[in-house]
């Protein structure tokens, strides 16, 4: 789990001056840095650029100090005898004493003139002996353990380990392959008592399933009688689980994370716009976990969202354009499907044709789909609204990823807004011509069958075959989330960046590069628009929010554009926790 960086050593105060402004003087290591005060021991070290190992600490959980890992040596100035003054060194610190036993950094906060030392004999011996107890009833499993390549018990063992081990008894025997949940399976034998799925279902998640059970040796993790781990954060635990006892039923067996190729990204399920990681291979995505974001997620993420990547790989996908001329649809080339699409086009007024895009665009698709707008000579331009029970921690109630995003790009308060007046235009006439970006116009969009069937010219561009591919006259086959770059605004107001992790199907093209080439086959002009940084670019011109900025200036963090006054809940929840010391992250 990646720190916040320190502030300390560029911005280091004068040494009398720190105390007023809540600052204490820290040696670590033989180096001497500030830290606010009520820093713990842990942070500040990694704050520092010391990693202290540790199993049961994480900076989003409460600290309960079981595992014993991150022991240190720390040292207090000696108490002077009355009428003395303390000694000091050459740069007026104290004279440190150090204590001849450890303590856990993760539970002890730094104090002033406080001295840390986190190597030393003492150190590395205690280090030693945890990872030994650690070890004695630890199955041989990494050959065939999932969590192989990410596990802090195997790294750990080859850097405090003793490399070999004195116990010569039977190891212990616990549960095994446990299904503890629908999503989760449990192998006991590999747990070694952290606590931290325990303390995340109960602190975060706020369904407090998890329990140990017996004592010693024979503790075992489990769930409370009469009940399943089955939240939808519950695939939490198993990122958090620095062993291989939690494993992800989606992921389990599948591909070693070696393999994997990392992208960093954005969910595009809900308003939220959760900070991922798509792990690939060989332009497969295996599974996406949480990237950590204060800002946004913090560092965790729904299951219902993470699990929805398999979608991209059902037998639905359309992966080359159709065109519907007398008969069923037959494939044909890019170039001649899009000709077909705007040779229907022109033959209608621009008051008889209406787009309805989609919240989930990026905006850059958003940007072209405006334009191709502006080319038709048509107002009737709407996303769909789409809407769902929010809960308290990161599902939103909007499920579009991008409706923030589409008020600014549009230039307007509602996007959605002339989604009526086009129902209206089917029922009674007026709108003849149908285009569809991204949106199934017959589930969420709430258009029926007869309706839509009242456009002489339907045209599609979509992911996955639905109800209304089937009766468009031209369906162009698009992208899928990681296969494509752009970038998405947040509900409150955070411009983050979409990349992409995979290839899209061959037949398939990115959505801005289809609503490009249909305005250029519309218009006739020549192509300027060459990557999605030029059009970015064009936007950024044209859209006050994004003045200066441009897809590479986000980062992948990203930036504040726009005030909106949403607040995430959980981030809510968090920062009270931090402000109360409950935490630390």
Known sequence: ???????????????????????????????????????????????????????????????????????????????????????????????????????IACANTVGENMGIRTQGELVEK????????????????????????????QEFSVEHGRGSSRFVDMKVKKPKN?????????????????????????????????????????????VHPGRLLDSNYSLNTVDICPVGALTSNDFRFQMR????????????????????????RGNKVHRITPRRNDEVNSTWMPDSHRLAFHALDSDARLTEPLVKVSGPHTPLAWKNA???????????????????????????????????????????????????EADTLLVAADRNPNTTGAKLVWETEDPAAALASIRYGLDNGSIKALIALGEDLLGDAGFTREQVGKATFLLQMATLANPTAELATVVLPSAGFTEKRGSMVNLSGRLQRLNRAVEPPA????????????????????????????????MAEAIPAFNGLSLSKIGDQGKPVVETGYQIPLLVNERARKAAGIING
């Open 507 to 538: 037949g398939a093209r990115d959505d801005w590069e289809i609503l490009r080439d249909l305005v250029l086959t519309l218009s006739g002009e020549k192509n300027e628009v060459h990557m999605i940084e030029d059009v970015f670019k064009a």
């Open 257 to 280: 994370v070696w393999f994997l190729k990392e992208t960093k990204s954005i969910d595009v399920n809900c308003g939220t716009g959760t900070n991922i990681i798509v792990w690939a």
């Open 1 to 103: 789990m990646s720190e916040n960086p320190s502030a300390t050593a560029e911005k280091k105060l004068p040494k009398d001056l720190a105390a007023e402004k809540g600052m204490v003087n820290v040696q670590i290591d033989g180096v001497w840095h500030q830290f606010p005060r009520g820093t713990r021991m842990i942070e500040a070290c990694s704050q520092a650029n010391i990693h202290v190992p540790r199993y049961c600490y994480h900076p989003k959980l409460s600290a309960p100090g079981n595992c014993r890992m991150c022991l240190v040596q720390m040292g207090m100035p000696p108490r002077p005898a009355p009428g003395q003054e303390p000694a000091r060194d050459e740069d007026g610190y104290e004279i440190i004493g150090w204590m001849p036993r450890p303590v």
């Open 178 to 222: 446990v299904d503890i949940g629908p999503r989760v399976r449990l192998d006991d034998e590999r747990c070694i008592m952290c606590s931290r799925c325990i303390r995340f279902m109960d602190e975060v998640a706020g369904d407090p399933v998890l329990g140990f059970t017996q004592r010693g040796t024979h503790t075992t993790l489990t």
């Open 338 to 388: 899009l000709e077909i699409a705007a040779n229907n086009l022109k033959t209608f007024q621009s008051g008889e044709i209406a787009i309805v895009a989609s919240g989930r665009m990026t905006n850059e698709e958003l940007f072209m789909a405006r334009a191709l707008a502006a080319e038709i000579g048509t107002n009737a331009l709407a996303i769909v609204p789409r809407h769902g």
């Open 126 to 153: 205690c280090r030693e002996g945890v990872m030994e107890f650690l070890l004695i009833n630890h199955p041989l499993d990494c050959p065939i353990c999932d969590q192989a390549g990410e596990c802090r018990l």
